[in-house]
């Protein structure tokens, strides 16, 4: 099945994918303006809870489970906490940073002024300092995935490079002519951007990378239109959202990769359950836009 769940996870909280971050940067540098943790939960989290109440009433339909109950149980999930044992120091130290970051995720602008990039680094660092002992940088380093890191690297500088050379706005010019947005109304716009997200992710295997490449194109298309009013900051959050609709192909993200790796369903089923749930998904994105988003002012 695909591996939606997780990914509406990254939609909601804006620190718990890549490409949210990535968005949030272009927003930061393109339009000098901000969003917070806490802005930017309230308006995914409706959105990731009707997902996830589709994505159970759609996947037991489409792909219904082979058994009815897991062997052992509820005495083999106790078996399994009673082998983990007490927490050790290190974990409780970890789960306290845990705790203390997403309190200053959620709290950014209303208690405090600490960025969430800041904060994050700070927390990582105190994970290193020494009598913390959490983890140390031989343990962390092999760990890492450099490869990922440097894929991250070179999307947003192929973003940056968009912007600083004038392409995203030749690109956007193009966009605005041939969808005919220039004096569209938000909502329109909002869903032929969506549908193009939808559609240009079947050629992308990162939402990151996605994120990276569109992201400039998509401000420089929103800066492009005539529409009064139209929210820039808003609608550039709401289309990244979209980013993470990566459940059409397998190929689609790293997750679905991973969930594939099971061989517990074909690419086939992917697609078929993948493509419900896109339709689903664009359609509740019509329907907040319509409503909730416009009543946030995001549209």
Do not use: C
């Not at 940056?160 to 050379?165: D, E, I, W």
């Not at 709401?238 to 074909?266: C, H, K, R, W």
């Amino acid at each position: 099945m695909p591996s939606a769940g997780p990914q509406w996870i990254g939609l909601d909280l804006r620190t718990a994918a890549a490409q949210n971050m990535v968005a949030v940067g272009f927003i930061e540098k393109t339009l000098q303006k901000s969003i917070t943790w806490l802005e930017w939960f309230i308006a995914a989290a409706p959105f990731g809870i009707l997902m996830s109440i589709a994505l159970y009433f759609v996947m037991p339909r489409m792909m219904p489970p082979e058994v009815k109950e897991i062997p052992g149980g509820r005495e083999q999930i106790r078996k399994s906490l009673t082998d983990l044992g007490p927490m050790k120091a290190s974990e409780m130290k970890l789960l306290a940073i845990s705790l203390t970051l997403l309190l200053l995720w959620s709290t950014e602008g209303v208690l405090h002024s600490f960025d969430t990039s800041s904060t994050t680094l700070a927390a990582v660092a105190l994970m290193f300092l020494p009598g913390i002992g959490i983890m140390t940088w031989k343990e962390a380093q092999p760990r890492i995935p450099w490869g990922t890191v440097v894929l991250f690297g070179i999307g947003i500088s192929v973003g940056t490079a968009l912007l600083q050379t004038k392409g995203a706005s030749w690109l956007a010019d193009l966009a605005v002519v041939q969808f005919g947005l220039k004096h569209a109304i938000a909502l329109f716009i909002l869903g032929a951007l969506s549908l193009f997200l939808t559609l240009i992710h079947l050629g992308f295997a990162s939402a990151t990378a996605l994120a990276s490449a569109m992201t400039p194109i998509m401000i420089a298309v929103l800066q492009g239109v005539a529409t009064p009013g139209i929210n820039i900051v808003g609608m550039t959050m709401l289309l990244q959202f979209v980013v993470s609709f990566g459940f059409i192909l397998v190929v689609n993200a790293p997750q679905n990769m991973v969930a594939y790796g099971s061989e517990t369903f074909d690419a086939k089923d992917f697609v078929r359950t993948g493509l419900v749930l896109t339709v689903i998904a664009l359609a509740l994105v019509m329907l907040l836009g319509a409503t909730y988003w416009r009543w946030l002012g995001y549209i």
